[in-house]
């Protein structure tokens, strides 16, 4: 019942852009969870790249600082990501994640998106 349902990416090339949307089911009450993006390729861990929390405080990565921006529609249920700058190592597969904070780190939750390849070549 309760899920995430991921949206976007795609082929681009080096310094192209792509605009990743987390859209949650009418069962989660949205405005209550820290929105998350990971990232994962083969052979490496997940990867936390961005935070927000639901009053829209952000964090990111430092690799993708002033590249990737994270914002959330409490109304629409739905986060972003918008990932612009795109360089060949943020090829990964993106996933989408509901949770919360504790002492100031983000401690994933058990609402996954299911996963959207992101593939950044010339």
């Known amino acids: 019942q309760a899920q995430l349902k991921q949206s976007g990416g795609g082929l681009v090339q080096p310094g192209g852009s792509l605009r990743l949307s987390c859209a949650g089911s009418p069962g989660i009450i949205f405005p209550i969870y820290a929105m998350a993006w990971y990232r994962q390729t083969p052979g490496k861990q997940r990867e936390l790249v961005a935070t927000i929390t639901p009053d829209g405080d952000t964090g990111y990565l430092d690799s993708v600082k002033g590249r990737f921006t994270i914002s959330r529609h409490n109304a629409a249920k739905t986060v972003y990501l918008q990932i612009d700058i795109l360089k060949p190592d943020d090829t990964a597969v993106y996933y989408c994640?509901?949770?919360?904070?504790?002492?100031?780190?983000?401690?994933?939750?058990?609402?996954w998106g299911q996963g959207t390849q992101v593939t950044v070549s010339s």
């Open positions: 994640n509901a949770g919360t904070f504790l002492n100031s780190e983000y401690r994933p939750g058990d609402y």
